[in-house]
């Protein structure tokens, strides 16, 4: 039996999030459909991240077992014919049979987009937080260092998450304002603030609580200094609302 590695992105609008559930399509699911169908097993995929419904990934890690002697790239091309045009695998290769997508990640980096004043562009409106009003990226910043380093984010967790404790560390956040953005090639000439968040590991709706969060302070809502009241108070009531899914990306994955 192999173990096989595979990269894939996607896009997340119309589907439940990456794990399987009892109602609703999902990544894992229509990824575990095509394997079946191309390899007549009922074969079990693990993920590297288990992105929510709406979430966007770029570069998703999975791995799946198989006793299928196809070759990776005949994998990769079989699979993409029997995927939706939103989930295309991009790399298929071999892997050791202990590697784990998930428990072997150094870090995992998301990218937040923040589209003001208006929407110009059919692909922000899918992609983005549409925010019409002037955001002080200066305060952000100053509020997001306060969340890097190895903290309890209960603050930012949402009340269903699964994970056993709430100890993570960020390594990086950063919050910078754009005055256009590319998409497929495009320019779009409409400011943007674009939230980069790096850790080892997150909390279910962790990077999203900390956008609702950072949104807050940037309109003035709270001083940046009282982030670290925020984080210290383990309370999800004093943090901010939960952004949008539309416009978070898994960015990447480090091994």
Same mark, same amino acid.
């Given at each position: 039996? /192999? ?24 990544? !894992?699911?229509? =990824? ?42 005949? =994998? ?11 989930? /295309?695998?991009? /790399? ?23 589209? !003001? ?26 509020? +997001? ?12 967790? +949402? ?18 304002? =754009? ?7 495009? $320019?779009?000439?409409?400011? $943007?603030?674009?939230?980069?968040? !790096? ?31 925020? =984080? ?24």
């Amino acid at each position: 039996m /192999r173990q096989i590695r595979i990269t894939l992105q996607y896009d997340g609008t119309n589907y439940s999030g990456w794990q399987i559930q009892k109602k609703g399509t999902t990544i !894992q699911g229509l =990824l575990e459909e095509a394997l079946f169908s191309v390899t007549g097993e009922q074969l079990r995929i693990n993920g590297a991240a288990r992105t929510d419904a709406g979430v966007h990934a770029f570069e998703q890690v999975a791995v799946f077992k198989t006793l299928s002697r196809l070759e990776p790239p005949v =994998l990769l091309r079989a699979l993409n014919a029997h995927l939706t045009h939103d989930i /295309r695998v991009i /790399r298929a290769e071999e892997c050791p049979p202990d590697f784990h997508p998930r428990y072997d990640a150094k870090s995992k980096t998301y990218t937040y987009l923040i589209s !003001q004043q208006g929407i110009y562009s059919t692909f922000l409106q899918r992609y983005s937080w549409n925010i019409p009003y002037q955001l002080n990226t200066g305060v952000m910043q100053e509020a +997001a260092e306060c969340l890097v380093g190895t903290h309890d984010f209960s603050s930012f967790r +949402a009340s269903k998450c699964s994970s056993k404790h709430p100890v993570r560390t960020v390594s990086s956040l950063e919050v910078s304002r =754009l005055s256009s953005v590319e998409f497929i090639s495009f $320019v779009f000439n409409t400011p $943007v603030v674009k939230i980069t968040i !790096q850790a080892n590991a997150f909390l279910r709706h962790m990077a999203r609580n900390i956008v609702g969060t950072l949104v807050d302070i940037g309109k003035g809502k709270h001083h940046p200094t009282m982030m670290k009241g925020i =984080l210290g108070s383990k309370d999800r009531r004093q943090a901010g609302r939960t952004a949008p899914a539309r416009g978070l990306f898994l960015e990447r994955i480090e091994y």
